[in-house]
């Protein structure tokens, strides 16, 4: 077996240079290949060549850092029979993680010698994309989405506490938004307004909040959970048991969301919007979102 490390090159540093350095001696004696990324996509093209070049061996694939790392690898992997996928998280949310019982579970010598299962992904496209992008975690849109968007403008700026800023922005003018979810041929939001939505595979999104306490990653579903619009009071009132993950069953909150266990969901807005897949931003006003089951071979930690 190949071992092939993908590590994020803006994370080398600091804190976790100690990890990267024992994740580099755990390779010591093992057919391996280590490669630091330089840009965005780079993660992504390099494992698809790097598993063609070596479509007739088995190549278990390490995605260290955090969940953008792991949404390029996976990019990568998709297509790949040939292909495992290791997650090694060493970035700041590490979402992904969570739903195996947090960072500290992935050791990485019980992941090198641990057993790989199927698990699906969410696939999401959209008019004028070269290709459809792939999903292991979450894809929201709405609220958290404009935070994450106007937030990368103001880290661009270099603007301080960009986030806090953006989430300011967003209680303004990020509550009341025009788009229209459909779920396997069922509108969900009639009136083409909503707060919030998540389509899971994972359970946590934004680094803390557990939008999908159900989800499962191996049901051939998707975990679809929309906030209906609301007042700010409202929203504050259900913003910790969304933290939390007690949003689905209190009936305190069951006419102000939606939930769903569902396979294709469309999204359609008047105008382009954010959409986060696993934290990497696009843009469009057209969606279709589409599970895929057992795409690709995940290696669970023990």
Do not use: W
């Not at 090694?88 to 019982?101: E, L, Q, R, S, W």
């Not at 009639?190 to 707060?195: C, E, F």
């Not at 807005?269 to 057209?286: F, L, R, S, T």
Request: net charge neutral; charged share 25%; proline share 5%.
């Amino acid at each position: 077996m190949r071992h092939l490390i993908i590590f994020n090159g803006a994370a080398q540093s600091g804190a976790a240079s100690e990890r990267f350095e024992a994740i580099k001696k755990a390779f010591e004696g093992l057919e391996h290949e280590m490669h630091s990324t330089s840009a965005p996509k780079d993660a992504t093209n390099y494992v698809n060549e790097y598993l063609n070049k070596f479509a007739k061996e088995k190549v278990r694939v390490y995605a260290c850092g955090g969940d953008g790392t792991v949404n390029e690898v996976v990019n990568g992997l998709v297509g790949h029979d040939n292909a495992e996928l290791v997650v090694v998280p060493i970035g700041t949310g590490n979402d992904f993680a969570k739903c195996y019982g947090g960072p500290e579970k992935f050791q990485i010598e019980q992941l090198i010698k641990g057993e790989a299962k199927p698990v699906d992904l969410t696939s999401i496209y959209c008019e004028g994309m070269e290709k459809p992008m792939y999903s292991i975690n979450v894809i929201n849109f709405g609220f958290d989405a404009i935070v994450g968007a106007v937030g990368n403008i103001y880290k661009e700026q270099g603007k301080k506490d960009p986030y806090g800023k953006a989430l300011k922005v967003a209680i303004l003018k990020g509550r009341f938004n025009k788009i229209t979810v459909t779920a396997d041929g069922e509108v969900i939001n009639p009136k083409g307004k909503m707060l919030l939505c998540t389509l899971a595979q994972g359970q946590y999104v934004g680094g803390k909040f557990r939008c999908a306490p159900k989800s499962v990653n191996d049901d051939g579903l998707i975990d679809l959970c929309l906030l209906k619009t609301m007042p700010l009071f409202g929203f504050l009132g259900i913003l910790n048991p969304y933290t939390e993950g007690q949003h689905l069953d209190n009936p305190k909150f069951a006419k102000k969301l939606q939930y769903r266990r569902v396979k294709k969901v469309q999204i359609d807005a008047p105008k382009d919007i954010d959409i986060c897949v696993d934290g990497e931003m696009i843009k469009g006003n057209h969606y279709q979102v589409e599970i895929c089951p057992g795409a690709i071979k995940l290696v669970i930690p023990q």
